[in-house]
């Protein structure tokens, strides 16, 4: 029988592994220990959260992702192959670590084939549809949810909305936003209004945006005016895109991305006097990259990820995709 002792120390080992050897060295102590067969329903969960951590701390290049789901298929065949009851923390670990390998046709099978559902396991296929473009999938998934009688949290809401943001649906948004403190009781943060100035930029909405911005009961960030900056980016508007930009430029001064969206925006509305003076601008305050930044290679497209950064075009995705790690708890 395993001590309590023994399960926070294990839970300690997962909780903190930096590397896949790491994990290699806490699975072979429980295989050699028996702890594994006699608990398995405590293990395998918080092995797969390790998993899908690591992946994601790992940045999710394309072999990355292979290897990360690789391990993770070897926990799931386990789970089969032993026939061990899936309980609701097991399928929340195999959907969310399916969805974030890119693989979100078997997560979705999984959690409609998981007799046990909890608040996170509903999170993980939200974020799952969402952050794969599925916005109308991930609408339905909501809104069965709610019929089900689970409470949203923060999360879910996220999830939506970033699913709303990629189907175009702004009406919804604007239903489900409203809906949040009035409704459920979920209080509004800083990423939800971000996810909305983005949501309303991509549709041209801009002036929606700043009103809503300039209504928030909190002062805005570098996401908050990022997102809307983003949607000046697309759309245009130079005044509110320079109020944008000098928001940014005061919430991260060392941000460079702001200079050259700022010269896109004036590239667009023809302002080539101003594009020069942006430029001289940048080149005079000798603006510096963030430290933290890394280069991935995904369907012959190369993105690059720097730390802190608000202007990425898929910002919403990236946020709503790291906002959830930590979120699946481990259990002891």
């Known amino acids: 029988m395993i001590?309590?002792?023994?399960?926070?120390?294990?839970?300690?080992?997962l909780?903190?592994?930096?590397?896949?050897?790491?994990?290699?060295?806490?699975?072979?102590?429980?295989?050699?220990?028996?702890?594994?067969?006699?608990?398995?329903?405590?293990?395998?969960?918080?092995?797969?959260?390790?998993?899908?951590?690591?992946?994601?701390?790992?940045?999710?290049?394309a072999s990355s992702s292979s290897h990360h789901l690789e391990q993770g298929r070897a926990v799931h065949d386990y789970v089969v192959q032993n026939k061990i009851r899936v309980d609701s923390f097991l399928s929340t670990g195999l959907v969310d670590l399916y969805a974030k390998c890119g693989c979100i046709e078997t997560a979705v099978q999984i959690f409609e084939t998981s007799a046990e559902k909890n608040l996170f396991t509903w999170n993980a296929v939200l974020v799952g549809l969402a952050v794969h473009g599925h916005g109308g999938a991930c609408l339905d998934y909501f809104y069965r949810m709610l019929k089900d009688g689970v409470q949203p949290d923060g999360v879910s809401f996220l999830g939506v909305l970033v699913g709303c943001s990629h189907a175009g649906l702004v009406s919804e948004a604007r239903k489900l936003f409203e809906s949040m403190e009035a409704v459920y009781g979920v209080p509004r943060e800083l990423k939800h209004y971000g996810c909305m100035a983005d949501l309303l930029g991509r549709a041209g909405l801009m002036r929606e945006a700043l009103e809503m911005i300039e209504k928030m009961p909190i002062e805005g960030d570098v996401y908050v005016w990022g997102g809307l900056l983003a949607g000046c980016r697309k759309h245009g508007l130079v005044e509110i895109a320079e109020e944008a930009a000098e928001r940014v430029k005061k919430s991260s001064p060392e941000d460079g991305g702001v200079y050259s969206v700022m010269v896109d925006v004036y590239a667009n509305s023809d302002m080539?006097?101003?594009?020069?003076?942006?430029?001289?601008?940048?080149?005079?305050?000798?603006?510096?990259?963030?430290?933290?930044c890394s280069l991935i290679k995904l369907n012959g497209m190369t993105h690059e990820f720097i730390a802190g950064d608000a202007l990425h075009p898929q910002t919403d995705e990236i946020y709503t995709v790291l906002s959830t790690l930590g979120n699946h708890q481990f259990e002891a």
């Open 15 to 61: 909780k903190h592994c930096k590397s896949f050897l790491q994990l290699y060295q806490v699975h072979a102590y429980v295989i050699t220990t028996g702890v594994l067969n006699e608990h398995p329903c405590f293990i395998l969960p918080n092995m797969l959260c390790t998993i899908t951590n690591l992946a994601a701390a790992n940045h999710m290049t």
């Open 272 to 292: 080539w006097d101003d594009v020069v003076k942006m430029r001289t601008l940048r080149m005079a305050r000798k603006v510096k990259k963030n430290a933290g």
């Open 3 to 13: 001590s309590a002792m023994e399960k926070q120390l294990i839970l300690s080992f």
